[in-house]
Structure formats: structure tokens, C-alpha cells
């Protein structure tokens, strides 16, 4: 097996100090390998949110170390920072975060246009992330003649268009509905399916089920680490 796309080695992340020092991470040490799908749950309070931004490259460390596909982030300056984030991590949010009275299709090129990418290149690729998740008829559409759950795969299309070497979700169910949720899952199966790794931050057991791998957090730390057969795969499918 190849190097991990995330490999971090005892992590702390420490806030205040003296009385008031808060230790937000405790020590946590994780691996993510090529290919896997990942969810990361814990309750408030567990340390789950400090971890993405760790992850994310939006936060750094007090002590540890983070390898992101091999590149140690904490030697980058701030320019490497903002250009791995921008090639290595796929972001999607709780929020949608497009950009209003602009198409689908215009807000999944965004992250291609800062790279100096030609523009019928960009378009393309752009329309191959839509139909990667189902909505390559409506990349025209703009925000507001969306729902909500397709405004999260728009959200998806864009997080994958840079060809990342992970899909770093936080919360990305939290603002849908049931339905919209198991759409968006059935997309993240069907990436992972074809080999992405995803890891997925949520406080939503029935979304935790449907990664290969359930990490749980607690008090900053590893609680648990275990493998799990996922639930619910393929089984909107027909129904």
C-alpha cells in the first residue's frame, strides 16, 4: 500500500493557558489510506471541528505533526498552504457557499479559474464534476432554482473538480432533508465506489454508518476506531 493520504502523529491543539487552558485535541494520531471513506463523529465539545480545520490546512497544531499525501504541512509557508488547500482538499460545507445569480456550472469552475486554466478547458471538466453527481442538466440553473440537496452536489461537483486527493466534508447533511440526504450519500457512495477518499465529519449516526471506517472522538481524543460493513449502500436503489 502507498503512503497514506493522511497520516497525523500525535496532534494537540491547545487553547488558553494556565487555569483557563483548554486542550481542544489530546494526542490524537490517525491514518487515512488511499481509497477510503472516513467518518469522524463525536459530540460537541469532542474536538471533531478542530480536527477538520487541522485537516482542512485552515488551522494549525499546537504540537504534532500532519502529512497531507506525503507533504509535511506544518514546513509549508502560507502560499504552499493556500495552494494545497486549494489542489490537494476538496471542501464541502454545512453550507453551501455558492455564489448567488451565478450557474451551477460557473460556480463548479471557480476553483479551476485561479489556476490559469483555459476556459473551454474549464467548462469541461466542470461538466464532467456536475454529471459525476447527477446534475449535468441543470449546470445553467442557477442557485435559487435549486433545491437544497442539489445545491449541495453543486457544492460536491465543485469540491472535485480540482482532482483532489481527498473530499473533506463537514456536516454536509446538516441543512438537508431526509431525501436529500440519501441522495447526497448515494453520491458519496458511488465516489467512493471509484476510488475517492472521503472523510466525513457529522453527528448523524445514520450518515457515520455508510463510511467503511467510523472514528470517534472524544474529550480531543481517539475513542474508537473501527471498521464497519456500511449500512444503507445502494439501498434507496429501487425503492
Not at 469522524?40 to 505533526?65: E, F, R
Not at 483555459?118 to 433545491?147: I, K, N, Q
Not at 449541495?152 to 473533506?168: D, G, H, I, M, S
Amino acid at each position: 500500500m502507498g503512503r497514506p493520504v493522511l497520516d497525523v502523529r500525535e496532534l494537540t491543539k491547545v487553547y488558553g493557558e494556565g487555569d483557563t487552558e483548554i486542550r481542544a485535541l489530546d494526542g490524537v494520531s490517525l491514518a487515512v489510506e488511499r481509497g477510503e471513506y472516513v467518518a469522524v463523529m463525536g459530540s460537541s465539545g469532542s474536538g471533531k471541528s478542530t480536527l477538520m480545520n487541522i485537516l482542512g490546512c485552515l488551522d494549525v497544531p499546537t504540537t504534532g505533526t500532519y502529512l497531507l499525501d506525503g507533504v509535511d504541512v506544518g514546513s509549508l509557508s502560507d502560499a504552499q498552504l493556500a495552494l494545497a488547500r486549494n489542489r490537494l482538499i476538496g471542501f464541502v460545507f454545512q453550507a453551501f457557499n455558492l455564489i448567488p445569480r451565478t450557474s451551477a456550472v460557473a460556480n463548479v469552475e471557480l476553483p479551476l479559474a485561479y489556476s490559469g486554466m483555459r476556459a473551454a478547458e474549464r467548462r469541461r471538466r466542470a461538466m464532467f464534476s456536475l454529471d459525476l453527481v447527477g446534475l449535468a442538466d441543470r449546470a445553467e440553473h442557477e442557485p435559487s432554482r435549486l433545491s437544497g440537496g442539489q445545491q449541495q452536489r453543486v457544492a460536491v461537483a465543485r469540491a472535485l473538480v480540482t482532482e483532489p486527493a481527498l473530499l473533506l466534508a463537514d456536516e454536509p447533511t446538516g441543512n438537508l432533508d431526509s431525501h436529500a440526504t440519501e441522495d447526497l450519500l448515494a453520491v458519496f457512495d458511488e465516489l467512493n465506489a471509484a476510488g475517492r477518499t472521503i472523510v466525513l465529519i457529522t453527528h448523524e449516526n445514520e450518515v457515520g454508518a455508510r463510511a467503511d471506517r467510523l472514528i470517534t472522538l472524544f474529550d480531543g481524543r481517539v475513542a474508537g476506531d473501527i471498521r464497519q460493513e456500511p449500512s444503507g449502500r445502494h439501498a434507496a436503489a429501487g425503492v
